[in-house]
């Protein structure tokens, strides 16, 4: 489920981007006449989703943390999940007395409101930083949604229709919100289903990220819809926090077609290097330090050994 | 500063469907194109082009035959024998649009439709269409703009693209225009294909160029959504293929946003940069976020302002207002 998830996660985010992204003169693509017209080298996006229930960027935790490594000319796209609790050096910070966080604090510290960091990008931009400090990525770009916009599109495209194979309870309700089975979303909706906390849940946030992700892919490039991209665009556009030109966003829609899920990989960074400390118990350390560096070096290289994640 | 024009309170109320056609009208007569709008020309195709063209289908006689005499009359001292006037067929081809199938540079095979002009030699406008239909969301315009008499009566639930909303048409103005349907746009697009769209307009352009009857060399592009950056990209191509035989004269952007991989600015800005400079007009619907920065990235282009209306592409006045 999840890895499936993740999967369709990948084509979820260009469309998104692609519905919502603002346009930046500088740094335009130049068609190189590969694949999609994308560059020759392959290009590293940082994605993440925001818990902000604004259509700002002013502050906020990064709920979910991926780099892509889009590979034009080798027409494969690969993506490595990070775990937001991984505990890191966060640079910029000493003002706030702090040297270290939580990986999605990073994105927090950056933020154009906390004003620490002074390079572009705010919180994505000092994210990509800590990236580097601690694994050596080089991220050449960034895009950032919130949960505002991420709804507002589910109901630009009419809204999303969403299978629970579990129930899903609420924190203060004795019976079930919603009973295993078939629904129709709207954007309200599928905010909602994300973010129900209760324990007795069984499927959990990511789950259900997955979940209403899938259900985002399917609607928006369902007949119905798939031929209203271009002028979503319009309606969204500014919305999203990203350095990319439209037309770089149109290279990695339009990959994303040629790939398909047979081209593209999915990876997760292997808890069984990883530990919680007696200090804190929510917080993830390497056991061996370098050894997520080497992964990613490889991971940048496209030479990644690992496994693919399971379905 | 670009040269902006706000035409949204020209008429005093909302924008009205047909104007922006003026406007693509008002850009093939304003000069792009020599010899257009001059209505009969002396337009004459070569032995080799008449042979390669004139069996593409039956032509019709010119209304008014005026034999090219290619031997000229010199007054001289002494008799001399008459020379015979050689006499080159003018085609004019049938105004009833046909069907034309070409390949793009992958080998995919595309549907265009051809609505051959009242004159030989003429130009020819290409229209390149948006993501929710296919090169019939141009017929009624492309009847309009061919001016053969042809019109389209289908109820669309666009009105805007119903004949009784044209204007007037413009007397001098003699052109052809060409159509096609993108991979994969049958009915409206399916997916998303975006490098290979670029091909098909890149071959639509090249198609419209090497038909029987039209002037290489005095093509325009035009296009709503993935069909304005098409236009205005494939413009572009055209003219960087360095063909003396082909030759794109401007390009009308409705509703662009980078969609074909390319970013607009620098396909706008090369097909500026033409010597001779092409025109380029850029409209946008102010509520379209992506167009309307998109449309002012460019200096030097012609920006027009279609006011608030909420819609993107051909969709941009569906507000129905009568005509």
Same mark, same amino acid.
């Given at each position: 489920m999840r890895a499936r998830g993740n999967r369709i996660l990948l084509i979820v985010v260009?469309?998104?981007?692609?519905?919502?992204?603002?346009?930046?003169?500088?740094?335009?693509?130049?068609?190189?006449?590969?694949?999609?017209?994308?560059?020759?080298e392959p290009i590293m996006v940082l994605v993440l989703g925001?818990?902000?229930q604004n259509r700002g960027y002013m502050y906020g935790l990064a709920d979910s943390i991926m780099v892509f490594r889009v590979d034009f000319q080798g027409e494969r796209v690969e993506v490595m999940?990070?775990?937001?609790?991984?505990?890191?050096?966060?640079?910029?910070?000493?003002?706030?007395?702090?040297?270290?966080?939580?990986?999605?604090?990073?994105?927090?510290?950056?933020?154009k409101d906390m004003g620490y960091f002074e390079g572009e990008g705010y919180g994505a931009g000092l994210m990509a930083e800590t990236l580097n400090v601690n694994y050596g990525l080089d991220i050449d770009h960034y895009i950032v949604i919130n949960m505002r916009i991420f709804a507002e599109v589910i109901d630009a495209i009419g809204g999303i229709k969403v299978y629970s194979p579990s129930p899903i309870y609420s924190q203060h309700q004795t019976k079930p919100i919603l009973k295993a089975g078939g629904y129709v979303f709207g954007g309200k909706e599928a905010q909602l289903y994300a973010r129900?906390?209760?324990?007795?849940?069984?499927?959990?946030?990511?789950?259900?990220?997955?979940?209403?992700?899938?259900?985002?892919?399917?609607?928006?490039f369902s007949p119905q819809t798939v031929f209203r991209i271009p002028e979503l665009v319009g309606s969204f556009k500014g919305n999203v926090l990203t350095d990319m030109h439209l037309a770089q966003i149109s290279q990695l829609l339009c990959m994303s077609f040629r790939v398909g899920e047979d081209g593209t990989t999915y990876y997760t960074i292997p808890r069984d290097e990883l530990y919680h400390p007696d200090w804190v118990g929510s917080v993830?350390?390497?056991?061996?330090?370098?050894?997520?560096?080497?992964?990613?070096?490889?991971?940048?290289?496209?030479?990644?050994?690992?496994?693919?994640?399971q379905e | 500063m670009?040269?902006?024009?706000?035409?949204?309170?020209?008429?005093?109320?909302?924008?009205?469907?047909?104007?922006?056609?003026?406007?693509?009208?008002?850009?093939?007569?304003?000069?792009?194109i020599s010899g257009c709008g001059g209505g009969q020309r002396e337009g004459v195709l070569t032995a080799k082009e008449t042979a390669e063209k004139a069996d593409i289908w039956e032509t019709e006689p010119s209304p008014t035959p005026e034999p090219t005499i290619t031997a000229v009359l010199q007054s001289s001292p002494t008799p001399s024998l008459t020379p015979t006037p050689t006499i080159t067929p003018v085609p004019i081809y049938p105004p009833e649009p046909r069907e034309i199938t070409f390949q793009a540079e992958d080998g995919q095979e595309l549907a265009g439709m051809y609505f051959p002009a009242g004159i030989p030699d003429a130009p020819v406008l290409v229209l390149m269409h948006w993501s929710r239909g296919d090169q019939a969301e141009?017929? !009624? @315009?492309? &009847?309009?703009?061919?001016?053969? $008499?042809?019109?389209?009566?289908? *109820?669309?639930?666009?009105?805007?693209?119903?004949?009784?909303?044209?204007?007037?048409?413009?007397?001098?103005?003699?052109?052809?225009?060409?159509?096609?349907?993108?991979?994969?746009?049958?009915?409206?697009?399916?997916?998303?294909?975006?490098?290979?769209?670029?091909?098909?307009?890149?071959?639509?352009?090249?198609?419209?160029?090497?038909?029987?009857?039209?002037?290489?060399? !005095? @093509?325009? &592009?035009?296009?709503?959504?993935? $069909?304005?950056?098409?236009?205005? *990209?494939?413009?572009?191509?055209?003219n960087n293929q360095g063909d003396e035989e082909a030759r794109c004269r401007g390009a009308f952007a409705l509703s662009p946003g980078s969609f074909l991989t390319?970013?607009?600015?620098?396909?706008?800005?090369?097909?500026?940069?033409?010597?001779?400079p092409a025109k380029l007009y850029c409209l946008y619907a102010r509520r379209d976020d992506a167009a309307v920065e998109t449309c002012q990235s460019v200096p030097g282009a012609e920006v027009i302002d279609y006011g608030y209306v909420a819609e993107h592409g051909m969709q941009s006045d569906s507000t129905g207002i009568g005509p």
């Amino acid at each position: 489920m999840r890895a499936r998830g993740n999967r369709i996660l990948l084509i979820v985010v260009l469309v998104i981007l692609f519905l919502t992204a603002d346009v930046s003169p500088a740094g335009a693509a130049s068609p190189s006449g590969g694949i999609c017209n994308g560059p020759d080298e392959p290009i590293m996006v940082l994605v993440l989703g925001t818990d902000q229930q604004n259509r700002g960027y002013m502050y906020g935790l990064a709920d979910s943390i991926m780099v892509f490594r889009v590979d034009f000319q080798g027409e494969r796209v690969e993506v490595m999940s990070f775990p937001r609790d991984l505990w890191v050096e966060i640079p910029d910070v000493e003002e706030a007395d702090r040297t270290h966080g939580k990986l999605n604090q990073a994105y927090f510290f950056g933020t154009k409101d906390m004003g620490y960091f002074e390079g572009e990008g705010y919180g994505a931009g000092l994210m990509a930083e800590t990236l580097n400090v601690n694994y050596g990525l080089d991220i050449d770009h960034y895009i950032v949604i919130n949960m505002r916009i991420f709804a507002e599109v589910i109901d630009a495209i009419g809204g999303i229709k969403v299978y629970s194979p579990s129930p899903i309870y609420s924190q203060h309700q004795t019976k079930p919100i919603l009973k295993a089975g078939g629904y129709v979303f709207g954007g309200k909706e599928a905010q909602l289903y994300a973010r129900y906390r209760d324990p007795r849940n069984v499927l959990d946030r990511t789950d259900r990220h997955a979940i209403l992700l899938e259900a985002v892919w399917e609607q928006i490039f369902s007949p119905q819809t798939v031929f209203r991209i271009p002028e979503l665009v319009g309606s969204f556009k500014g919305n999203v926090l990203t350095d990319m030109h439209l037309a770089q966003i149109s290279q990695l829609l339009c990959m994303s077609f040629r790939v398909g899920e047979d081209g593209t990989t999915y990876y997760t960074i292997p808890r069984d290097e990883l530990y919680h400390p007696d200090w804190v118990g929510s917080v993830w350390l390497e056991k061996e330090p370098g050894t997520l560096a080497e992964l990613l070096g490889k991971f940048q290289d496209g030479t990644l050994p690992l496994e693919p994640a399971q379905e | 500063m670009r040269n902006r024009m706000r035409i949204e309170q020209i008429t005093g109320f909302e924008m009205k469907s047909y104007s922006w056609i003026l406007i693509l009208v008002g850009l093939m007569m304003s000069g792009a194109i020599s010899g257009c709008g001059g209505g009969q020309r002396e337009g004459v195709l070569t032995a080799k082009e008449t042979a390669e063209k004139a069996d593409i289908w039956e032509t019709e006689p010119s209304p008014t035959p005026e034999p090219t005499i290619t031997a000229v009359l010199q007054s001289s001292p002494t008799p001399s024998l008459t020379p015979t006037p050689t006499i080159t067929p003018v085609p004019i081809y049938p105004p009833e649009p046909r069907e034309i199938t070409f390949q793009a540079e992958d080998g995919q095979e595309l549907a265009g439709m051809y609505f051959p002009a009242g004159i030989p030699d003429a130009p020819v406008l290409v229209l390149m269409h948006w993501s929710r239909g296919d090169q019939a969301e141009w017929e !009624q @315009i492309a &009847a309009w703009i061919q001016n053969r $008499g042809l019109a389209y009566e289908q *109820d669309f639930n666009k009105t805007w693209k119903m004949p009784a909303w044209f204007p007037d048409y413009p007397p001098d103005l003699e052109i052809a225009v060409f159509t096609f349907t993108f991979r994969g746009c049958e009915g409206g697009c399916r997916g998303y294909p975006a490098g290979e769209w670029l091909l098909d307009a890149r071959a639509g352009i090249t198609a419209a160029a090497n038909l029987p009857g039209v002037d290489g060399q !005095q @093509i325009l &592009a035009a296009g709503a959504s993935i $069909g304005a950056d098409g236009a205005v *990209d494939a413009c572009v191509w055209l003219n960087n293929q360095g063909d003396e035989e082909a030759r794109c004269r401007g390009a009308f952007a409705l509703s662009p946003g980078s969609f074909l991989t390319v970013p607009y600015e620098q396909a706008a800005g090369d097909l500026l940069g033409d010597d001779p400079p092409a025109k380029l007009y850029c409209l946008y619907a102010r509520r379209d976020d992506a167009a309307v920065e998109t449309c002012q990235s460019v200096p030097g282009a012609e920006v027009i302002d279609y006011g608030y209306v909420a819609e993107h592409g051909m969709q941009s006045d569906s507000t129905g207002i009568g005509p």
